[in-house]
């Protein structure tokens, strides 16, 4: 079935308004964050923030130095395509496999375009 951009949009907005990818998305960011916030509010693994789960974001961490996970990854058949509520049902459906991180949008952003957040292990 081919789906119009339109229904795409729609159908992408139903999966992100569902009451249970809001939890899920949730178990993900505190999952991923607990090594730092040690707690269950989620928080940025750069920076710290977490004032608001709304401007953190599930940041693939390889690239860099997890060639191991990465592979683990494409066994669990990961695939760069995945993100937002796709991303964060297949991290859930798969169990919380290692090779992600928490990061806010400006820091992931930044990691992004220059390789790292420029101020890594910084105070902020
Ligand atoms: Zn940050
Ligand atoms: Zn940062």
């Given at each position: 079935m081919v789906q119009t951009d339109e229904e795409r949009k729609a159908n992408q907005k139903k999966n992100r308004d569902k009451p249970e990818s809001k939890e899920n998305r949730?178990?993900?960011?505190?999952?991923?964050?607990?090594?730092?916030?040690?707690?269950?509010?989620?928080?940025?693994?750069?920076?710290?923030?977490?004032?608001?789960?709304?401007f953190l974001t599930i940041d693939h961490i390889a690239g860099r130095q997890?060639?191991?996970s990465e592979h683990n990854l494409k066994k669990l058949k990961y695939t760069p395509k995945l993100s937002g509520t796709a991303l964060v049902?297949?991290?859930t459906k798969n169990n919380f496999p290692k090779g992600f991180q928490i990061l806010c949008h400006n820091?992931?952003?930044?990691?992004?375009?220059?390789?790292k957040c420029p101020l890594e292990n910084k105070q902020h």
């Open positions: 949730l178990k993900v960011l505190q999952y991923y964050s607990k090594n730092l916030s040690h707690s269950d509010v989620p928080c940025c693994n750069c920076c710290g923030l977490n004032s608001h789960i709304e997890e060639m191991d049902i297949w991290i820091c992931n952003q930044t990691k992004g375009y220059y390789g």
